[in-house]
């Protein structure tokens, strides 16, 4: 208890200016279960993982949600099954040494209306699932496996030469051009449509059927539900993205670890998505996209929903293989805010702090605030924004060749996305391709980040595009010689103040654009760098002053 009072009055000093206190926090509302236990052995289940026992988990489930809920406990051993629906008041405890192992077989997993990156669309049945449910938990020490090996599709550039033959010779089918394995023909014809899962007037259940296998499902999808816990439980091998808990409210998860396959597609740690009050605390990911991922909606049908998901508590989470560690984006359509990261650790994501959106998107991204985040082994950007998110790796794999987006201005709409109001604080990373990356619209700027206290080893160091009112303060960057500490294209009001840096760097701010004004390089020792400034592409020495 005196941990959470600590966290509350840390983020509260983080509000700054907002001048808000611990209880003007929304707090997150806890689950409550009655002690009632059943088995699910009593209700006809079987371990040895050979026969399915859906029918078994289930009819427990319901039985105790019926006499108004308790536990349901998953003895030790190896359970199959097919799908679980959670229930209202039902607690889903998997005793230690407890492993529920979801089946391969394709055809347990009916196809229904579901949600897919934002959007309504046909999918396989989730694993585990529930539809506006009351006060649920899954706990325990077990392990959850979603087989998501027999679903997904594997890039060969992301397995070694062995991995690959063993994967090829084992069944599947290939791509064309023999760069990508499927596990059926259903699934690479799925690959092969526009959207397959869209729910159009001219798609029938043949069609649907036709490529099911592409359809893959998320490990655990909560929709609409109130008071949620996930605590203790290892979640394991997903399909695709392996928690997503979806428009729910008050969402307790702790010390559960999260695991795929790094080279999993889609394989996010989770997704809240449109959620209101959650606390996730102490927990640990190592998967194959985005870590730790805050969602709210794609395009026009979040902005329809409009549903931001708010209230976020992030504390003393560890993600390791993953795209971004702490990431908002790409679908945030219906907009994200009040969002705090505390005491975190990266190591070995693609990029540590990653906040991605792209035209088209709409919502408005606000008063995010991380402190105390270390980082170690980042493959690209430390603390990354980017309005030009193109759906793709954030790490090119061999040979791949990526254009710059061509700089074309668009009127301003409501699709038109908007970061704003960062505060971002004392972070350290210890090896990263490059220290911040910050890349807004021509026709809308990324506005109002603060980000003091870093220090970030990297191989170059702040690259800032069209972007207004950036302070960056109390700054360490050790990062090579040979490239400029700074590059600022487009920009106002940009502040680098207190700046550290190696001895002979070529200059510590180039400026470039004609827009570009508003620069400042404040108590900083220019003195160890060949020059101060340089002015490029219609940049004026006007845009820049140095106190």
Not at 45 to 70: D, F, M, P
Not at 200 to 221: C, G, H, M, W
Not at 517 to 529: H, N, P, R, Y
Request: charged content about 20%; aromatic content about 8%.
């Amino acid at each position: 208890m005196k941990g959470l009072i600590r966290y509350r009055l840390l983020v509260a000093c983080l509000l700054g200016s907002m001048a808000a206190n611990a209880q003007q926090l929304p707090k997150v509302a806890s689950t409550s279960f009655r002690k009632d236990t059943l088995r699910i052995t009593n209700y006809g289940a079987v371990a040895g993982g050979v026969e399915l026992n859906t029918k078994a988990i289930n009819a427990a489930i319901a039985a105790c949600s019926k006499r108004g809920g308790g536990v349901v406990v998953i003895p030790e051993g190896l359970w199959a099954t097919g799908p679980i629906v959670l229930q209202s008041n039902v607690n889903l405890h998997l005793q230690r040494n407890a492993l529920l192992q979801f089946t391969a077989d394709f055809d347990q997993y009916p196809l229904i209306k579901a949600n897919w990156e934002g959007v309504e669309q046909m999918r396989n049945q989730s694993p585990i699932s529930a539809d506006n449910a009351t006060n649920i938990a899954i706990t325990g020490y077990g392990i959850i496996d979603g087989n998501g090996d027999a679903w997904r599709m594997v890039k060969k550039d992301k397995l070694t030469s062995s991995q690959w033959k063993r994967l090829v010779a084992g069944g599947g089918v290939l791509s064309i051009d023999e760069k990508t394995w499927y596990p059926t023909g259903k699934s690479r014809k799925g690959a092969q449509e526009k959207n397959p899962g869209f729910i159009q007037p001219d798609r029938n259940a043949e069609y649907y059927n036709s490529v099911k296998d592409f359809l893959r499902p998320n490990l655990l999808v909560f929709t609409g539900c109130k008071r949620i816990l996930l605590e203790g439980i290892t979640f394991q091998n997903s399909p695709a993205w392996c928690l997503h808990p979806l428009m729910c409210e008050d969402v307790t998860i702790r010390n559960i670890y999260v695991k795929n396959p790094w080279y999993a597609q889609n394989g996010d740690g989770i997704d809240l998505e449109s959620c209101s009050r959650v606390q996730l605390d102490n927990s640990t990911f190592d998967v194959g996209d985005d870590g730790i991922c805050i969602k709210s909606g794609r395009d026009e049908a979040g902005r329809k929903r409009g549903m931001p998901s708010q209230y976020i508590y992030i504390n003393n989470c560890t993600v390791y293989h993953a795209h971004g560690g702490f990431v908002v984006g790409s679908e945030m359509s219906g907009g994200a805010k009040h969002i705090y990261v505390n005491n975190c650790t990266f190591i070995g994501t693609d990029i540590g702090l990653r906040f991605k959106t792209t035209r088209g998107r709409g919502g408005i991204v606000e008063h995010i605030y991380v402190n105390n985040v270390n980082m170690k082994d980042i493959v690209g950007e430390a603390i990354l924004f980017d309005m030009y998110y193109a759906a793709v790796d954030p790490i090119p794999l061999t040979g791949e060749k990526r254009e710059k987006p061509t700089v074309v201005t668009y009127p301003v709409t409501e699709a038109t996305p908007q970061f704003q109001h960062f505060d971002i604080q004392n972070v350290v990373c210890d090896g990263a391709a490059k220290a911040i990356f910050v890349r807004g619209l021509p026709e809308m700027s990324i506005k109002d980040i603060r980000i003091k206290n870093t220090i970030i080893k990297a191989n170059a160091g702040i690259d800032i595009t069209a972007a207004e009112n950036i302070d960056i303060s109390n700054i360490n960057l050790i990062i090579p010689a040979g490239n400029p500490v700074s590059h600022i294209v487009d920009s106002k009001n940009v502040k680098i103040e207190r700046l550290q840096y190696p001895a002979n760097v070529p200059a510590l701010v180039k400026v470039s654009g004609a827009l570009t004004k508003g620069i400042q390089l404040v108590k900083t020792d220019a003195s160890k760098a060949q020059q101060v400034v340089i002015f490029e592409e219609g940049a004026t020495t006007a845009s820049f002053t140095q106190q």
